[in-house]
């Protein structure tokens, strides 16, 4: 599975290093929007870079995003992280709209790099460039 994200959200750093740490079974690859073959998988998705309010979660043909993509990842690391499943009981259409709002005002409450953040070594090949 390949998560797409933004390199130079620092919330969004947060969550890969987060994942790097839990993801025991190294199920999930990285792309980052920045990168050529993040900007090819969001094309694939029908995602444009610009203005871009979330991430996407690829698996072969399929995809999810927002809040889809944020429960199939947790679910993915298993116990206690899928206890997220929970949150399915919120309808879509209110989740969603609460992860585009977080992630349309990203930079100003989370911050931002001015240049992507460089992978650690040793997890260097589980990005995709």
């Known amino acids: 599975m390949i998560l797409v994200f933004d390199a130079q959200c620092l919330l969004c750093n947060g969550s890969v290093k987060f994942l790097l740490k839990h993801d025991h079974q190294k199920v999930f690859q990285f792309a980052s929007i920045q990168s050529e073959s993040g900007k090819a998988l969001l094309l694939q998705a029908g995602l444009r870079v ?5 991430i996407l979660l690829v ?21 206690p992280w899928r206890l997220a499943w929970i949150g399915w009981i919120v ?21 931002s790099l001015t240049t992507c953040a460089v992978p650690p070594e040793d997890y260097k090949s589980r990005f995709l460039v």
């Open 59 to 79: 698996d072969g043909q399929q995809s999810w995003q927002h809040t889809a993509a944020i429960f199939r990842v947790l679910h993915k690391l298993g116990w």
């Open 91 to 111: 309808p879509a259409p209110l989740r969603d709209a609460a992860y585009r709002l977080g992630a349309r005002n990203r930079y100003k409450l989370f911050g």
């Open 50 to 54: 610009d203005k871009l309010e979330t």
